[in-house]
Nanobody, 114 residues
Framework: VQLQASGGGLVQAGGSLRLACAAS????????MGWYRQAPGKQRELVAL???????NYGDSVKGRFTISRDNGANTMYLQMNSLKPEDTAVYFC?????????WGQGTLVTVSS
């Protein structure tokens, strides 16, 4: 499985962005998918997770502002990010868990200006 993240960019505080993580050849079989982020000088942290059944889990700092979703028909997972804050600035990575193995995509940079 290969994962390709996209959608990062520069946005002002209070703005919105939508990240996408495209899975190839298929998203089917990926049991859990997630978004993580890493800010300069900080450890990678959980942003959000979603299971094949649609169950979701969010990091405390993004609850109520970010929404994770997956479109199996499009083989893509999304992260809708609203009310962005400067502290959301980070490289965002997507990953996918298939029994016994974790796959990572490359990161996409999100910069939130104050």
């Amino acid at each position: 499985v290969q994962l390709q993240a996209s959608g990062g960019g520069l946005v002002q505080a209070g703005g919105s962005l939508r990240l996408a993580c495209a899975a190839s050849p298929s998203i089917f079989g990926i049991q859990v998918m997630g978004w993580y982020r890493q800010a300069p000088g900080k450890q990678r942290e959980l942003v959000a997770l979603i299971t094949t059944g649609g169950n979701t889990n969010y990091g405390d700092s993004v609850k109520g502002r970010f929404t994770i979703s997956r479109d199996n028909g499009a083989n893509t997972m999304y992260l809708q990010m609203n009310s962005l804050k400067p502290e959301d600035t980070a490289v965002y990575f997507c990953n996918g868990w298939i029994t016994g193995r974790l796959y990572w995509g490359q990161g996409t940079l999100v910069t939130v200006s104050s």
